[in-house]
């Protein structure tokens, strides 16, 4: 049977990477317009140390990583243009979360496992609850993103622009941040904390050098956001090693020939 579906761990491995393969890169398309890509690896890692706190305290480490996601990513929407040296000011916060994950980790070891399918994912053992549980959250977050698609889009183009014409874009940030710490939590567990780039980021900037149009490049990107999941899925089926190191590989290789498929200036044109 074609990438072993009659087993269930294989079904529940396309149902959750393919779900959370679209709604990563829908989110995504928008993290790489706004220029947050730093920004979303960050929340990754204080997601990780989330965790990594909730294995501490027995409790279920996805809690800790969608509510420490959250809290980070509503402080960043928050300083906003306060936060002058911002690279500077999420490196540093990115730091400190690492920092407190290790101490965590160092704290209660008997849940290593936990730690490592947090920090490097495992898709192949996603359950069926889980699957459910991303395909839901994947669908929740693609609704809001088409509900407020239009305002995000023109406060993202031209934030100072938008924010004249009456659009809320404080209010925007913070319910992107949402989303953004929503599908980090839900792909982590498949892609790991490490390797989230190559669904949030890779597939988005991909279909930006490629398409003509906003529209057109969140429909490509959420494409090869699931051709990448189907063709790591079957290459770990059939070859071996990882999924999310097939996942990732192919993802940058498909960032490389968007690249290099851009048309190439000539020195001295005219812009």
């Not at 079904?11 to 928008?30: D, K």
């Not at 402080?75 to 306060?82: E, M, T, V």
């Not at 398409?211 to 990448?228: D, E, H, K, P």
């Not at 190191?245 to 048309?263: D, G, K, N, R, V």
Request: charged share 5%.
């Amino acid at each position: 049977m074609i990438l072993g579906l009659e087993y269930g761990f294989m079904r529940h491995a396309l149902l959750a990477g393919s779900s959370i393969a679209v709604a990563c890169a829908a989110v995504g398309y928008f993290v790489t317009l706004r220029r947050q890509a730093f920004a979303a690896h960050a929340l990754s890692h204080v997601g990780f140390t989330g965790a990594a706190g909730a294995i501490l305290l027995g409790v279920s480490p996805y809690l800790g990583l969608f509510g420490f996601t959250l809290a980070a990513g509503f402080a960043l929407a928050l300083a906003g243009s306060r936060l002058r040296e911002r690279d500077i000011g999420i490196g540093m916060v990115l730091m400190f979360a690492l920092g407190l994950g290790v101490l965590f980790l160092n704290l209660y070891t008997a849940n290593a496992q936990a730690a490592m399918s947090i920090l490097f994912g495992s898709i192949v053992g996603i359950t069926a609850a889980q699957a459910g549980l991303s395909l839901a959250v994947a669908l929740a977050c693609l609704s809001a993103l088409a509900a407020i698609y239009r305002p995000l889009a023109f406060a993202s183009l031209n934030p100072e622009a938008a924010r004249a014409r009456g659009v809320p874009v404080r209010a925007l940030d913070l319910l992107f941040v949402a989303l953004v710490a929503a599908v980090v939590a839900i792909a982590v567990p498949v892609i790991g904390a490490l390797l989230i780039f190559a669904f949030l980021i890779g597939p988005a900037a991909a279909a930006q050098a490629l398409a003509r149009g906003m529209a057109r490049g969140v429909l490509l990107a959420m494409v090869f956001g699931l051709l990448l999941t189907w063709a790591g899925l079957a290459a770990a089926y059939y070859i071996g090693y990882p999924a999310s190191t097939w996942i990732a590989s192919l993802s940058f290789a498909l960032y490389l020939a968007a690249q290099a498929a851009l048309p190439r200036r000539v020195p001295g044109a005219a812009a």
